[in-house]
DNA sequence: ATTATAATGTGTAATTTGTACACAATTAGC
DNA sequence: GCTAATTGTGTACAAATTACACATTATAAT
């Protein structure tokens, strides 16, 4: 599920092909003259800032959502898989390629692309803000706060919210969160990236305790820094623990 | 995400529309030499029978699968939505239209389809087999074990996976399980559902316990008949109370 | 009618898991 | 050295899960 790839896009532009931004309105065109259903992906790109979860937008490009916020997304090239293209995307806007990145839903409603019909394919992306915070330089590329967000282009708002949801169950089931955070974090971090998700609060010594028994966090030895009070103790999260832990198939039914 | 729509699918023949079945190669045909990624949706249909899970298959038309099992699937019609299209095959199929019916994943690799790139949809759905049995004297439309089962067309033994999984994980927290069952069932058959989806051996006491706990079943007042031993008591699931209870965000970080 | 068979229906004790809660120890900043 | 702020830790209670056995009821065979 949690994939890491470094994506080649080296293809060759050839019917739904990526092409520079500007041409996509003539693609779409083609596509609507042609009863042609167009392909595209789109990222929401999750980061922690500031105790809140942030999105990853850019300003629109249509007319018709002026000034409305937009995920990233471009049409799927014709040789390249989905997560390549997901891949591609992430990599051209952020500079990051090992990310988290995993498939959350397609969305394909008739009217939901002015231009043409388009079918979207969504992926959710956790990313450290810290680790690419120069980069993302380029034009109207913004952190947004999910909770206050309103007058999203196309469907995204809808894409955001069903991705949201999607991270809300996801992040208590597998270890995604520790993506949004550095390689090396304190429990306060960690915990707090868990209140600002999921919009509850926790109590500290059983969140500890929590983690403690999962036995999946290694103590590095090392103490936070730039601190005002007392330094807590830095962790990192044992991948290949994780990775070698037997999932059970049965966990309770509870509906 | 539980969708129950009747589909109308009186849409025209244009682009990557619906079209009698032996004209779909030559879409594809068309599709490959123009470099346009064609876009289908394939269901995964489970039934439950003699204690055991069933997917229903057809034998694929392609000569390259020759003899292999495929889902069912079409390309999407240029104008209806996905979940329309998943509904129009369904109801082509099997007679069907008021039925579980919900999207699990977008699989689009590259050489997943031998005759063009096409990207697919995989929808799952669970209907009750007594229901519909007279319906599928099509061709070669046949219930097959999801155990044992091998030599299947395209990527569709991995997208059968995936919606196994699926369903292995969605049957806990989610109450699909009944759409497999009549709408009167005993906790015995309900208990040898979900120990057959999950492959695990439940405790009798425990599972009645849990499920009268959760309050969400009724007493029909009708009992088993046609066992040759003591009957039990039928129960009919109350989604309307189900609808009613409140979702609760925070389950308890587990994995 | 009697009996054997095969399942239903039920309760309790033991264990595990989750929750509520308070105080001493440590560091930074002044 | 004093204050402010946060870390780090344990225990008692409640809730949920698990393990487990026997009387009851209908059918089927004799």
């Known amino acids: ?10 293809a060759k532009t050839s019917g ?35 105790n809140e979860l942030k999105v990853l937008l850019i300003k629109s490009d249509l007319e018709k959502f002026d000034n409305k916020w937009s995920l990233l997304g471009d049409l799927v090239n014709n040789h390249e898989d989905l997560d390549q293209a997901a891949y591609r995307i992430l990599k051209e806007r952020t500079g990051l390629d090992d990310v988290y990145l995993e498939q959350v839903k397609a ?9 043409a019909r388009v079918v979207t394919i969504a992926y ?58 550095p390689k090396q974090f304190s429990l306060r971090e960690l915990q707090n990236l868990y209140e600002a998700i999921l919009d509850v609060k926790l109590d500290r010594r059983n969140f500890r305790k929590k983690f403690f028994s999962m036995e999946l966090l290694e103590d590095t030895g090392e103490l936070e820094t730039d601190v005002p009070h007392r330094p807590g103790k830095l962790y990192k999260f044992n991948y290949e623990k994780y990775q070698k832990k037997e999932r059970k198939k049965w966990f309770g039914i509870d509906f």
């Open 124 to 181: 959710c992306s956790l990313i450290n803000i810290e680790h690419h915070k120069l980069k993302i330089t380029d034009n109207e590329l913004h952190w947004h706060r999910v909770t206050t967000l309103s007058d999203m282009a196309f469907d995204h708002r809808q894409i955001l919210d069903v991705c949201y949801e999607w991270l809300q169950k996801r992040i208590q089931e597998h270890p995604l969160g520790f993506s949004l955070l």
């Open 107 to 115: 969305f394909g409603d008739v009217g939901r692309h002015p231009a």
């Open 16 to 50: 739904n092909a990526a092409v520079p931004q500007k041409n996509i309105k003539t693609i779409l065109k083609q596509l609507e003259s042609d009863g042609i259903i167009g392909i595209s992906v789109d990222c929401v790109i999750f980061g922690f800032d500031d």
């Open 1 to 10: 599920m949690n994939l890491k790839i470094t994506s080649d896009t080296t």
